[in-house]
């Protein structure tokens, strides 16, 4: 899997020829071939191939959660909703699927129902950076100003490094903004290129 991340191109031939012999997991395979057309933006091959996956093991949360993220990051956030809707059902207890719906529905532009989703992920596992920021943005827009102090102190606490993104893509992120001196007056959050590069991911 590591190296369908690191050297996509490579691994795209690799697990294809494999596909074509006789592979031990041919499920696990069109997993790992779904990541490396992912990692290239290949979003209509990578689909492919985590259908393939799902078509062999349907309740596999591997591909589940390869073909949710594939179709979010290629534009049918829609469908990756009912997906990872699906992966709940199977273990409600899952943090990555509740964290991939929140997700969705954020691309979606749905703040009241994303917002529930990432906090429910984070009930599971609440170490998780890029939900914490993912739901901060979610606070701002839905202007949850105290929520979104909170979920920033948190944040801080676990992973400075996307806590630093949040704040430098703030245009009015003075000081005082994320402690309240400046009261409740939040300037709008123009989120566009931070939530596309934090979305955009697994």
């Known amino acids: 899997m590591a190296m369908a991340m690191n050297r996509p191109l490579a691994a795209v031939a690799l697990y294809r020829r494999s596909l074509d012999g006789n592979v031990e997991k041919p499920a696990e395979a069109w ?14 091959e990578a689909i492919a191939a985590f259908r393939e ?3 062999i093991e349907p309740d596999e949360d591997q591909g ?6 594939a179709l979010k990051d290629g534009g049918d956030a829609g469908s990756a909703v009912e997906i990872n809707e699906r992966r709940i059902a199977l ?3 899952n943090a990555l699927a509740w964290r991939q719906l929140g997700f969705a529905q954020a691309t979606l532009a749905n703040p009241e129902k994303s917002i529930p989703a990432l906090e ?7 170490k998780q950076g890029r939900n914490w920021l993912v739901l901060i943005m979610q606070y701002h827009l839905a202007d949850r100003h105290d929520d979104l102090r909170r979920a920033y102190e948190k944040l801080r606490s676990i992973d400075t490094q996307f806590a630093a993104q949040y704040r430098t893509s703030h245009p009015g992120a003075g000081e005082g903004y994320f402690t309240g001196a400046r009261g409740d007056r939040f ?3 123009s989120c566009a290129g931070l939530g596309a590069r934090i979305l955009g991911s697994n």
Not at 31 to 44: I, S
Not at 64 to 69: F, N, S, V
């Open 91 to 93: 273990n409600p207890g």
């Open 64 to 69: 589940l959660h390869g073909l949710a993220t």
């Open 120 to 126: 429910r992920s984070i009930e599971f596992d609440p």
């Open 53 to 55: 996956a799902v078509r």
């Open 31 to 44: 997993v790992a071939l779904g990541w490396a057309y992912h990692g290239l933006q290949r979003f209509p």
């Open 187 to 189: 300037e709008r959050l």
